[in-house]
Every structure is written in structure tokens, then in C-alpha cells.
């Protein structure tokens, strides 16, 4: 899923400056949570790729043959990516993005690379996507790796699994990580949004880092989440914070909590952030 980075990253971009002259022993200085931006930052931009695919490949009837839903996500994917070079043998998908003429963008992203998406059922009756990706493009970066996505059908949600590389096109800076989540509807249904609970881990330029994401909600018409936390550990085991909470229907307050420091933020539905003036205090 999309977890809003270029939002978040407005919104903790003014850390920094803040923390500048007084952090806690314990807290992020300025230097590291420069650093936490940045990584948190490339790191989205390569989940958020492999995502936008991935939601491509929702679009199947749940409860059908695997060859039957193989064959409808085909038809979605042509319908949707001309530019796409589609083959289907049993109920794998080999998706081309690129090859041929014709729009290559969905939502926002446009692709190049390969995509190889095969459908199948466990013994519980359970839908299994698995995904794999090659030099899967977008604007930002391009990565490789594999999913795997599990559809529960007595309580609606989708586990996904993954363990993926990447590149940033605009300098070459490398990493790797995996994920593991729980992603569910929000009580509007999936039009409305997600709600998501899970870890990542990754290697980055400076060492090893973690995201913890507890119970964190994401309206597809916000810019940021409207519920939840991040918490992120770098490399040193320095913590950060970041929650979320719904004031009205125009804004979403964001705070960031590192060491004894905390700082507040209000994000408004056309991105712009403002701060508190308390911030620090």
C-alpha cells in the first residue's frame, strides 16, 4: 500500500530544524533524524512501486477457479495497461510492462519491467497470490524481489509477505529489506480505504533499520494517515515516533516523539503541513 511518503516526509522534514541545540541522550539527534527521513523516504518509494502492481492484480472475482480469476486479471491488466505485454500459461500471469504502444500508467505510476503473478488455494480454502518482479521501473526506482499476498475470506483481509531490492534512479543508492502486514478495509470498504498492522526491516546506506506500523488507517483522499503509529529504530537503536489522529474532516494532527522531545504537526487534505507553536517547548 501506499503509505504516503512524500506527505510524511513534508511533515517530519521540519524535525530537524527542531531538534537542532536540545535533543535528549536518548533521542535522535539532528544528523540521524535527517538520516531516518531520507531512508524511511526510499524505502516507501519502493514499496509504494511494488504496490501500485500489486493492487493491479486485485482485480479478480474472490471464490473462482484460480485459472478463471488468472484469465480475468489478464483482461483487467490489458484493459488498463495497453502498453503491457501480457502471457497467460494455467494461472500465471507474465506481465511485460512496456513493450508495446499505449499507456503504461496506473495511478499515478508508469512502469517498466517484468511482473510474474500466479494465483493459486491453500488447504483452508484461502487465496494466495504470489507476485515476483524484475527491474520492475517507475519514475523513482526500480526494484526487484517477490511477494507473497493471502486473501482470507472469512475475515476479510490480505497478508502480505516481501522480500524485495532496489535502486534509486537518481543516484544509484541501494537496498534491501522485507515486510510482513495485515491489511484490512477501513468500515467504508476498500473504496474508502485500509487499514494496515505490521514490520519492516531494510539495510540502508547507514546499517539496518526498522518500521513497526500498529494499527495505522489510510483514506485513499488524505495525504497522510488519519489513525495509528510509525515507529522507527535506526541503526544505533534510536527510536522515533510518529502518530496520527483525525481532528475534523480537513486535518489530520501528526506527532513526532523522539527521546523526552515531542513535536506537533497538522497536516491539511491538500498536503500542506503547518507547525505547532509550541513545538519543543
Known amino acids: ?27 535522535m539527534t539532528t544528523s540521524e533524524a535527517g538520516q531516518a527521513i531520507e531512508e524511511a523516504g526510499i524505502e516507501a518509494q519502493a514499496s509504494q512501486a511494488v504496490n501500485g502492481t500489486i493492487e493491479i492484480s486485485t482485480n479478480f472475482t474472490i471464490g473462482q477457479a484460480v485459472e478463471k480469476a488468472a484469465d480475468e486479471l489478464k483482461s483487467f491488466v490489458q484493459s488498463q495497461l495497453p502498453c503491457a ?15 508495446n504502444p499505449g499507456n503504461c500508467t496506473y495511478k499515478g505510476q508508469t512502469y517498466t519491467g ?33 511477494a507473497t499476498v493471502t486473501w482470507n475470506l472469512q475475515d476479510p483481509s490480505r497478508h502480505v509477505v516481501h ?7 537518481s543516484d544509484g543508492r541501494t537496498g534491501e529489506g522485507t515486510g510482513d502486514a495485515i491489511q484490512k478495509p477501513l468500515s467504508g470498504g476498500l473504496k474508502e480505504g485500509i487499514s494496515v498492522d505490521g514490520d519492516r526491516q531494510w539495510n540502508g546506506q547507514k546499517g539496518e533499520w526498522d518500521l513497526a506500523i500498529n494499527n495505522v488507517e489510510m483514506r485513499w483522499i488524505d495525504p497522510i494517515p488519519q ?3 510509525y515507529e522507527l529504530t535506526n541503526p544505533a537503536g534510536k527510536k522515533a515516533t510518529l502518530t496520527f489522529t483525525r481532528i475534523d474532516e480537513d486535518s489530520i494532527e501528526a506527532d513526532f516523539v523522539t527521546g523526552n522531545k515531542e513535536y506537533t504537526f497538522i497536516v491539511n487534505k491538500d498536503g500542506s503541513v503547518q507547525a505547532d507553536k509550541n513545538n519543543g517547548s
Do not use: F
Request: charged share 20%; hydrophobic share 40%.
Open 1 to 27: 500500500m501506499n503509505l504516503r511518503p512524500i506527505a510524511l516526509a513534508a511533515a517530519t522534514a521540519l524535525v530537524p530544524a527542531l531538534l537542532t541545540g536540545c535533543p535528549a541522550s536518548e533521542a
Open 85 to 99: 505485454e501480457v502471457t497467460l500459461v494455467d494461472h500465471t500471469l507474465t506481465v511485460e510492462y512496456g513493450v
Open 163 to 169: 522480500d524485495l531490492t532496489w535502486t534509486r534512479l
Open 227 to 229: 489513525a495509528g503509529s
Open 114 to 146: 517484468t511482473h510474474t503473478i500466479t494465483v493459486s488455494k491453500d488447504d483452508q480454502g484461502e487465496v494466495i497470490v504470489e507476485h515476483t518482479w524484475d527491474k520492475l521501473q517507475n519514475q523513482r526506482v526500480s526494484v526487484s524481489g517477490s
